[in-house]
């Protein structure tokens, strides 16, 4: 009986190994191919056990990774704009795309398109804001990109101030709404907006907000249009020659604005449909006298991260983001649903990671300019890939294990 049993043994040993031949030959000849089955697994796995008790995403480290990192790339996005598309504009260093944020004690989960388009399934989410917000917007965009691979099945049309994008086969639209105040202004043209003097109808929300009003998910950003010195407050139309008018200060016109902003949603969105989620201020890197350079400098030619832990640059306006806090909390207080996702200390870090030169002009620049490029550096807006893909797997964590 014994010898019986180690016979049997012995076949199931020949049969197991010849098994594990097979898996070994075809990964050697399809090793791409099975490699990604593998990691599907791996990665459902990881999905099952994800949790985020005990875990703060928004505190960590930034860490070079150039095996998992970019997630896309660049001229590989179909949806990618020439405001964040660095390297076609030139730029030779490319290490700002391999930063990995890793938040401490635990792991931010990995993306997967397809799970997060089928958490969006039959579903319309829109991002609502500036020109932040769209490069949020685009991030996302690029990031599910290759998860649809049939071009026909993802179309981004434009309608005015609407950004729409349509993935069939899932019956989703993950649309971009300009609204860089939030309440209505003369600067709410999608192109024509740079005026001198920015007026705002502090109490006039409607006419932007019917537009997003029926979506699933929102995604709101508003902070750097408010750091203008100068704003005009006002009461009655554009047109009317009898309008009031009045002056304040930032702080104050920002807390104003929220409130008309937060007033709508909780009178007109539908709280068992709707999910809100409002995305805390992102730092501008324009004073390099905060990082340990001369003063006049900023942004440019940076390319490493700042890797002093908590650090915090003079130019982020700390009164607006607690004035955002409190107006998202009195949300949450009245039972909406909505979540305020702070990526402004992750994103401190990140000087090296803005366009400078490197992106389209809307005024091409002159031969001074281009002699001295610092002034005209944009230390304000992120290549792609680079942080705003952090923004949105932060955001994916939330999509799909908390919704």
Avoid at 195 to 224: C, G, N, P, Q, T
């Amino acid at each position: 009986m014994k010898k019986l049993q180690r016979l049997i043994h012995g076949y199931r040993s020949v049969g197991f190994m010849l098994v594990i031949g097979v898996i070994i030959g075809v990964v050697y000849f399809r090793g791409d191919d099975i490699g990604v089955r593998f990691d599907v697994i791996r990665e459902a796995k990881t999905a099952e056990d994800y949790s985020f008790e005990g875990c703060d995403l928004f505190n960590g480290s930034w860490v070079y990774d150039n095996k998992s990192r970019p997630l896309y790339r660049e001229k590989e996005c179909r949806f990618m704009l020439d405001d964040y598309a660095c390297q076609k504009f030139g730029r030779k260093d490319f290490k700002y795309q391999f930063w990995r944020w890793q938040p401490h004690g635990c792991d931010l989960p990995r993306f997967n398109g397809t799970a997060l388009l089928e958490k969006l399934r039959d579903k319309r989410m829109v991002f609502v804001g500036d020109s932040l917000g769209k490069n949020h917007w685009v991030s996302l965009l690029c990031l599910i990109d290759s998860w649809i691979p049939d071009p026909s099945h993802k179309v981004a049309k434009w309608h005015g101030s609407l950004i729409t994008f349509r993935a069939s086969e899932f019956n989703a639209s993950i649309d971009f709404y300009w609204e860089p105040l939030l309440v209505e202004s003369n600067c709410d043209d999608p192109v024509h907006h740079r005026v001198s003097d920015r007026i705002l109808k502090i109490e006039s929300i409607e006419k932007h907000a019917k537009h997003w009003i029926d979506a699933d998910l929102l995604v709101f950003d508003s902070y750097m249009w408010w750091l203008e010195p100068n704003m005009t407050l006002l009461w009655g139309s554009f047109e009317n020659p009898n309008r009031t008018s009045i002056e304040s200060g930032r702080v104050r016109r920002y807390e104003m604005a929220l409130k008309t902003w937060s007033n709508w949603l909780e009178t007109h969105l539908n709280r068992t449909k709707t999910r809100m989620f409002f995305i805390s201020l992102s730092p501008a890197h324009r004073e390099g006298e905060d990082w340990g350079k001369p003063m006049g400098e900023n942004c440019f030619s940076e390319t490493e991260p700042i890797m002093e832990q908590g650090y915090w640059g003079k130019g982020t306006d700390t009164d607006l983001m607690r004035t955002a806090q409190s107006i998202v909390q009195d949300l949450e207080d009245k039972n909406m649903k909505i979540e305020l996702l702070n990526i402004t200390q992750l994103s401190q870090y990140r000087k090296d990671g803005h366009p400078t030169i490197y992106k389209r002009h809307w005024v091409p620049p002159t031969e001074q300019e281009l002699a001295n490029p610092i002034p005209y550096s944009d230390c304000i807006h992120w290549c792609l890939p680079g942080v705003p893909d952090v923004w949105n797997e932060i955001l994916y964590s939330y999509i799909r294990y908390k919704l």
